[in-house]
Nanobody, 122 residues
Framework: QAQIVESGGGLVQPGGSLRLSCAAS????????VGWFRQAPGKERERISC????????YYLESVKGRFTISRNLAQNAMYLEMNNLRPEDTAVYYC???????????????WGKGTLVTVSS
């Protein structure tokens, strides 16, 4: 059964760092467009970063540019989100997703993880 599972969330102080991982099973991530989304309490889910097929072009939400980095490891069949200089407003449940579409909108994604909670607080 094809699925993706996030890990790496937790509690971190403002200015700290976390690395989220997303492991795929039942299919190979390599040809897929992959993305990270998040949903803060009381807000809609938003797209924060994508790596588009076939060339790997990346997208970042303006508020995370320069702080977050998306990547993937073909050998481990996984993708990652490195988050630095975290802010309280980054607090949210983070989801990874994948699609064979080129676009990376929420409605385009086929596979979704169940989410991992990131809390940024002192």
């Amino acid at each position: 059964q094809a699925q993706i599972v996030e890990s790496g969330g937790g509690l971190v102080q403002p200015g700290g760092s976390l690395r989220l991982s997303c492991a795929a099973s039942g299919f190979r991530l390599q040809p897929y467009t992959v993305g990270w989304f998040r949903q803060a309490p009381g807000k809609e889910r938003e797209r924060i970063s994508c790596m588009r097929r076939p060339y790997g072009y990346t997208y970042y939400l303006e508020s995370v540019k320069g702080r977050f980095t998306i990547s993937r490891n073909l050998a481990q069949n996984a993708m990652y989100l490195e988050m630095n200089n975290l802010r309280p407003e980054d607090t949210a449940v983070y989801y990874c997703a994948a699609t064979m579409n080129i676009d990376c909108d929420e409605g385009d994604m086929t596979y979704w993880g169940k989410g991992t909670l990131v809390t940024v607080s002192s």
